[in-house]
């Protein structure tokens, strides 16, 4: 059996700053072991650090570079960038190995160290074994070489810079961000510089949050656990995001691009999808509202239920029967507003209170011919193209909430102490864990690969209905079950664990329900 680790986690080594093994002295030590394994070839070698925002980054980095330094190594300190950067430099500066320091989400107190390969990856676990026995051992110690030998320390001072141009370089290049308004909040955290600068060179107009670090306020009042101050920065800059106005930009004449789409991204119009209704949902193809012709127009009549958005509400994207048999072939798209005939009621639900979700009936509403969006009788076709957008969407969304609930429930069972030990120490908890890390990772590696095709322009039909069925049903899963090992505090307000389940449930019946997606799939193989 092999023997258990002392020093390093699932996530490199963490721990609370200053209190072992998180202290300048463990640190000087990794760092030494750290360099002297990294020395597998004939040349001058050099390991890169770089770290977030908090207070005891300063401690542990000036400690790692010594100890690096000492065992006759050079250290590239490239200062606070998030990991995919330190990461990315690691690999482009040719160094032999990485260094982040970062507690991720965790509070400002909390520090860990993870180490990279030359490849920008993670280290092998034999690796990691052999730096642990170092560090822990005596031998380390007389690992030190003399005179020249000894490593130096440069500071890479473009190295936000390098970084950007790498992560615009990943955006495809017919797509722009411009006229979009953009708000971001950086929590204080690693990417307060780069996030907004990227964005900005994109072509987005960026209103930034939690860009003030001091070294204590990481992640503080801001970020991931304060979304309001993130909807707030939205609604007063007019920031815009939603799965209701990507139809008008990709089908819409210019004319109503100006008259919906611009307006909506200046925030002067909130924009609703309105397809299902009370008698159908899965099969879109029987809605039965229907839209008769009149002089200049058409004359709409039904109701759509189940509309995100539909109360606020000032115009509505909304599918309707254009002849009488409707279906496949007889569906289009109008471009309804609020007005007269328009009637909406909200509808109390379990979670995504944050949105509200209506019953809107439409009686003799009067819609001009102008607004028929992408062709008479092509409506089918059209959500058929937006539903991908909308379910990849979901599927990013819940490969990070599902991290996001992963990460405060493992800070969680290692504080957390029943029967004398840590909860995380047992095995059924260890065991969750192992099984909610293998499910992120793989709904995350599918997620970016239908992403990819995506944006790439390619038939995705397949990956993103893998990606939605997968990752819906394992976000709600991972929410319930680190509200598990949260006990009772799990069930309580006060943790945004009880939020996340509620919240999670929406993902296997929103966008198309589980069952739908399975009987997508069965099609693509012919079934
Ligand atoms: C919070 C929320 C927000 C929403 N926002 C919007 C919105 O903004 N705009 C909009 O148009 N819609 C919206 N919807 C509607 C959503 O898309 C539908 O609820 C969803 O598509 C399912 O349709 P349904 O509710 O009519 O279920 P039904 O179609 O009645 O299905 C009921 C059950 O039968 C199963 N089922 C149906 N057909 C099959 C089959 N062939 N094989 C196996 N099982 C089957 C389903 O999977 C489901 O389990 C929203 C829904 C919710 C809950």
Redesign the pocket.
Known sequence: MAEARRLFGTDGVRGTANIEPMTSETALRLGRALAHVSKRQPHRHKILIGKDTRLSGYMLETAMASGICSAGVDVLLVGPLPTPGIAFLTRSLRADAGVVISASHNPFQDNGIKLFSRNGFKLPDEVEAEIEALVLGDSIDALRPTREEIGKAYRIDDAVGRYNVFAKNTFPRHLTLDSLTVAIDCAHGAGYKVAPEVLEELGARVVTLGVDPDGHNINRDAGALHPEHLQAAVRSAGAHIG??TPPVFKFGSEDQKQRYLAPAIRAEKIA?????????????ASIRTHAHRTDGGWIVNGS???????VRADYYVT?VKTTQEGGHQGISFLIVDKGEGVQASPIE????HA?D?ALVALDDVFVPDENLLGGENRGFYLIMANFQWERLSMALGSVAAMQDCFDRTLVYAKQREAFGRPIGSFQAIRHKFAEMATRIEAGRALTYHALRLFVDGRDALREVTEAKLLTQRAAFDVADTCLQIHGGAGYMVEYPIERAARDAR?G?????????M??ILGRTMGL
Do not use: Q, Y
């Not at 296997?508 to 069952?515: A, S």
């Open positions: 799965i209701a609703a999808l309105a397809i299902t209704e009370p008698d159908a949902g899965s099969d879109v759509k239920m189940f509309i995100t958005n539909g599918a639900k379990l979670g995504w949105s979700t929406l296997p019946i929103g966008g198309g329900t589980d069952e739908i399975r009987e």
